[in-house]
């Protein structure tokens, strides 16, 4: 007997963990009375295996007339219960113990004051027997008692007689809800003696159909009659072998986990829906002015070059256009803190971070729309196939961060791209070569200037050397002038051709990054509350093994 309750220990065990998980995982998903109600059943499962399980609860219940009270004294085998043509007769639950010591915290959580011991008898060992008020009584007090009890006791045994077994209030209220516990139920059509023998048989195969529409296939049903004793031997020897089994507390415990787990979802979960984030991350990349940043980056790579490697004599010019990029703001950053010296690090240096918003122009009405399209989405794949509360539970979670997409997005548009702003190593060099050819384009200005003064004052001419037939100044100037606008006009042949691969790296790089930021804002609360659905479900099979 002690190797069946450690058998049994540990899977009632873990079904009252996956209960108590999947309760937690539904909460502010599924009705609370759900799952309060989990939480009600896990607490009392705690509570009913601390206490004596040498002892089984059973409860006779029925409705006005019944005769419960009369089947109470036949089995305990003594006039414990008052019985009279006076209703309601029972007002409150007694007991009758059969072997009860050690029964007391057991019948002190149900509390039931009022204990008696049975006749002694050799049979029903650890038999708690209650005798419930009417379940149809006409006082409110008497009703709730019973529904109180209905939802603790080990055994269940339905008392009904043939004129109301068939009543809509016992089977609506009570053994239809109770399908779940069939195995801790016994059904007993009392007071047969005023039948004839045919007349009991067709009560029986009548009852046997109730009970079976009412999902309660294979609970015994007897025929009793308290007044003659027709019966009540088959009834104690049916109620001894469940007392005997000392399983009835754990297979009511099971059965109550079937039933709390049954009311936090249906039978078969539907498998959990997917995420994806491309229309979502093209829409936050149009709706961030990405085209426009893109754009912007080989304008703005153009326009440095120029500005570094461009004809020293006319450079100065392109200082005077502003950088695409700058005027975006992106490439305006600041350093995190500041020296000692109170001098502020260089914009490259480390700690370098972006100041303010950027530049590029509020998304449009329909940017916004298409993002709120594609958030919209996002929620209804992920919810695809989920049930109704878990669904809008996804569809909320791809939402909830939706109000700082617009600052995360500008944030990482303008830190992605100032990269874009990084000046390639060949640009020092070409402009090294240009000051040097402009030095000697100048040299050679001077030199002719030089001798032009000395011609103007009729001064003796020095030697002039010669390159070919052409004086060594007038090549200086005139190979200065011309080399530095070659090396400016390639110059920025190069910089066009290195300003759209930066462009492209540069589109590249902000789609990964937003993307990033879709995927944290959106996608991860969905994907969060979709594990969360998982591991409501993996935990509701769990429950329900």
């Given at each position: 007997m002690k190797l069946l309750r450690r058998k049994e220990g540990p899977s009632l065990d873990s079904r009252l963990a996956a209960l108590l998980e999947a309760a937690e995982l539904a909460e502010g998903r599924l009705p609370e009375e759900a799952v309060s109600g989990a939480r009600t059943v896990a607490e009392r499962a705690g509570v009913?295996?601390?206490?004596?399980?040498e002892h089984t609860v059973a409860a006779l219940a029925g409705a006005t007339g019944s005769g419960k009270s009369s089947l109470y004294n036949a089995l305990a085998g003594a006039d414990l219960?008052?019985?009279?043509?006076?209703r309601p007769t029972t007002s409150a639950a007694q007991a009758a113990l059969w072997d009860g010591e050690g029964s007391g915290p057991l019948l002190d959580w149900l509390d039931i004051p009022r204990r008696h011991p049975a006749a002694p008898a050799s049979d029903l060992s650890g038999l708690v027997l209650l005798d419930l008020p009417d379940h149809d009584s006409i006082q409110v007090s008497h009703r709730l008692e019973v529904d109180r009890l209905v939802e603790l006791v080990d055994l269940l045994v339905w008392v009904v007689d043939p004129q109301k077994y068939a009543d809509a209030a016992l089977h609506d209220r009570y053994l239809r809800p109770l399908a779940a516990h069939r195995g801790v139920m016994l059904v007993v059509l009392n007071q047969v003696d005023r039948l004839p023998e045919t007349a009991v048989d067709r009560c029986l195969r009548d009852l046997r159909r109730l009970l079976d529409e009412d999902g309660l296939e294979g609970v015994p049903v007897l025929a009793v009659s308290a007044r003659t004793g027709a019966g009540l031997a088959e009834l104690r020897a049916l109620m001894n072998d469940r007392v005997a089994e000392r399983k009835s507390w754990s297979t009511r415990l099971a059965a109550d986990i079937t039933t709390a787990a049954a009311r936090l979802g249906p039978p078969e979960e539907a498998p959990a829906g997917q995420v994806t984030d491309r229309a979502l991350t093209a829409s936050l990349c149009a709706a961030a002015g990405v085209p426009l940043v893109v754009e912007a980056v080989a304008k703005g790579h153009r326009h440095r070059a120029v500005v570094a490697t461009g004809w020293p004599v006319t450079r100065w010019v392109r200082r005077l256009r502003p950088d695409p990029l700058r005027r975006l703001r992106i490439g305006v950053l600041a350093p995190a803190s500041r020296p000692a010296g109170g001098v502020p690090a260089g914009p490259s240096g480390p700690g370098a971070e972006v100041v303010g918003r950027t530049s590029v122009p509020a998304a449009s009405a329909l940017e916004r729309a298409r993002v709120e399209t594609a958030i919209r989405d996002v929620g209804e794949a992920a919810a695809s196939g989920l049930p109704g509360p878990w669904a809008a539970a996804v569809r909320q979670a791809a939402r909830s961060r939706s109000q700082e997409l617009a600052d995360a997005v500008d944030r990482v548009v303008a830190t992605t791209s100032a990269s874009a702003t990084k000046r390639p190593r060949w640009w020092r060099a070409v402009n090294v070569l240009q000051w040097l050819v402009f030095a000697a384009m100048l040299a050679g200005a001077l030199w002719l200037g030089g001798l032009f003064g000395m011609d103007y004052l009729r001064l003796p001419q020095p030697p002039l050397p010669t390159v070919g037939a052409v004086p060594w100044p007038t090549v200086l100037l005139a190979g200065g002038a011309l080399a530095g606008?070659?090396?400016?006009?390639?110059?920025?042949?190069?910089?066009?051709?290195?300003?759209r691969r930066r462009a492209r790296r540069t589109a590249r790089a902000l789609r990964t990054a937003v993307g990033r930021v879709g995927d944290d804002l959106v996608l991860a609360p969905v994907r969060v509350e979709?594990?969360?659905?998982?591991?409501f479900t993996e935990a509701l099979t769990r429950a329900r093994a």
């Open positions: 009913r295996r601390s206490l004596s399980i219960a008052a019985v009279g043509v006076v606008v070659l090396i400016a006009a390639l110059s920025r042949l190069t910089a066009w051709a290195g300003g979709l594990d969360r659905y998982t591991r």
